[in-house]
Structures are given as C-alpha cells and as structure tokens.
C-alpha cells in the first residue's frame, strides 16, 4: 500500500459515516445490493416495507446521513426515518406509527409520529434528488435537508427513554421505489 493510499484510507475512515443496510433487519419483498448500499423493492406486495440502516443504533450524539432517491416508484410512497430497536420490522409498520419512531413521508411532505401527521414540507421529493438526515439526540432533534439545503427539522423534542438505541430506518410501499446510501461526512 502506497504512503498516499494510506493516507486516503486514514481520511475517509475518520471524516466519513459508511453507512450500509442491515439485511437481518428488512422486511420481506426488498432488495439489498450494490454492497449493501442500494435498497430496492423487489416485489408486488401490499403494505409497507421496512428496512433498517446498521446493525449499531445511536444512543446519544449527533448524526447525519444522506440518501439519493433513485426512483420513488409509480406514487413516491417512502418514508425515511428513524426507529428503535424493538421496532418490529416485520408488520406492516412505517416510522412513525409507535411513540418512539419518527418518519418523513416524501410523498406528501408530511412528518409522522404516534400515528399521527402534521405538515412539514412543502418541497417536493423528485427522483434524483438527495435528502439528508440530522439526528441530534443531545438536542433530541430531527432535521432534513433536500439537496444539501434546509428543509427543516421535523421534530424539535424527540420522546426518547433512556437507553433506546435509534436506528435510521428506509420504509418502501410501492413497488419499484429505490434508494441509494451516499457517503458523507460524520
């Protein structure tokens, strides 16, 4: 290995999050590929398709990461977010619908928690564009960015116990609808 390969393997380790899907943690009818980098729905099902980032959740500190929406599929129903560990991916469930997970439903704008919406964005999500996602769990707060720009955080007062590992979470209902995980800076 060359002094500058070296140095590159030291930069990108330190100053970037290398994010990947967990395929112990996603529901039936996606697809994970690309080395774990994509995320695709693969089948007709009906219902929403859940698909955890990581195998570690975060506690505490603040976090950020960013997707490109390769394709939202025929209606654009997909819903980035985040959810505890205990969340069970297996049901029809999106983050969002329990008390402790917490979605932004590119679709329509609309953020989600408890079962409940309230609008949140009126800036639509289009195939090719990328979103961000800030968790500051100190702060107890979720923020989303569009293109590198401020959309808002979505949630200013996180109901967190103590101890609950969060974990970015990708919710699919069409099929079709793609992601994909771009590397960024921690």
């Not at 140095?7 to 996606?30: K, N, Q, V, W």
């Not at 505890?84 to 997970?101: E, L, Q």
Request: proline share 3%.
């Amino acid at each position: 290995m060359s002094l500058f390969s070296y140095i590159d393997e030291i930069f990108f380790s330190f100053f970037f999050i290398d994010l990947r899907f967990d395929p112990s943690a996603c529901s039936s009818g996606l697809s994970i590929f690309d080395d774990n980098t994509n995320l695709r729905q693969k089948t007709y099902l009906i219902g929403n398709r859940t698909c955890r980032l990581m195998t570690t959740g975060w506690i505490h500190g603040i976090h950020y990461w960013s997707m490109r929406i390769i394709s939202r599929g025929p209606f654009g129903r997909v819903v980035l977010g985040i959810v505890p560990g205990h969340f069970d991916i297996s049901m029809d469930h999106y983050p969002g619908i329990t008390a402790d997970s917490f979605g932004f439903y590119i679709f329509n704008g609309n953020k989600y928690n408890n079962g409940q919406f309230a609008a949140f964005s009126v800036e639509s999500i289009q195939n090719g564009d990328v979103v961000g996602v800030l968790l500051d769990l100190d702060a107890k707060t979720l923020t989303y960015y569009k293109n590198g720009y401020l959309l808002g955080t979505a949630f200013g007062h996180l109901l967190t116990r103590n101890n609950t590992k969060f974990y970015p979470t990708v919710t699919f209902y069409d099929f079709g609808s793609w992601i994909s995980l771009i590397k960024t800076f921690k």
